[in-house]
Structure formats: C-alpha cells, structure tokens
C-alpha cells in the first residue's frame, strides 16, 4: 500500500491547555478526533484505494526534534492498534504511537501553496523550525 506521506504532507501545531488544582478531572480524552475537513478529504483519499480498510496513523524518528507523523493506508487491523471510527472514516493508531497521539486532533488544510493533514497534539512540547517534527 502506498504511504500517504508520497502524496501529502503532514505538520504539527503545539496547543497547550492550562488546568488549575481546582478544576474537576476532565472526562477520558480520545485517542484521535478528525475534523469534518480531515474526514472528508480521508473519504476521498479511501476511494482511490479499494483495498484499504482505513488509514494507519504512526509515528517514526526523524526530523530535528524526533519524532514525525506517518500515515499510510492499510488492509488490516494489527493486534495492539487502537482503532477509531468517526463519521464513517476508520483510523488505525500504531501501538508504539498511542501514548503519544492521545488527544490529538487531526485536520486536513488547505492553502495556496500547500495541503497537508495537520496534527493538534496537546502533548507536543516542541517543534522544529519547520514543523515537521516534534517533542513530547
């Protein structure tokens, strides 16, 4: 199966979230949630690949600050995967990733020179210069 990285680019926001001492204990977090954008442009990449089940998201070292996204179609489920269904679109997360991506929000964007799938990851600590990589 081909990665969806040969056909789009993936990039990190930071987003941090402040919680005082007296604040109740938020409710369990989801592992990953798309945006409407981020579902439908998944839809549309799924369709050009019959044989997909989904799109598997992972992480790899790389980068200046370590770790980069990965994202590639896939035809099954691997025994630790978490799986996420939202509005008809299945996400498979990578074992080794699920710390890591808890919470994140996915979004698919679009601009006059580029269109990626962005990542809002509350546990980012850092980004590199470009965007590319992050720290948790």
């Known amino acids: 199966m081909p ?3 040969a056909l789009l680019r993936a990039s990190v926001k930071i ?10 204990p938020r409710p369990t977090r989801a592992a990953l949630t798309l945006t409407p954008a981020a579902v439908n442009r998944i839809k549309e990449l799924l369709t050009k ?7 598997k998201v992972g992480l790899k070292q ?9 994202l590639e179609f896939t035809k ?3 025994k630790f995967d978490e799986e ?6 299945r996400i498979l997360i990578d074992a080794r990733a699920q710390l890591s991506l808890l919470g994140t929000e996915m979004d698919y964007v679009e601009t006059k ?3 990626e799938f962005v990542f809002h990851n509350p546990n980012a600590k850092g980004t590199c210069g470009c965007g590319e990589s992050f720290t948790v």
């Open 3 to 5: 990665r969806l990285s």
């Open 15 to 24: 987003t941090t979230s402040v919680r005082s001492s007296s604040t109740p």
């Open 49 to 55: 690949q019959p044989d997909a089940i989904g799109v």
């Open 62 to 70: 790389r980068g200046c600050s370590g770790m980069s996204y990965v």
């Open 76 to 78: 099954q489920k691997a």
């Open 84 to 89: 996420v269904v939202q509005d008809g679109v």
């Open 113 to 115: 020179l580029a269109s």
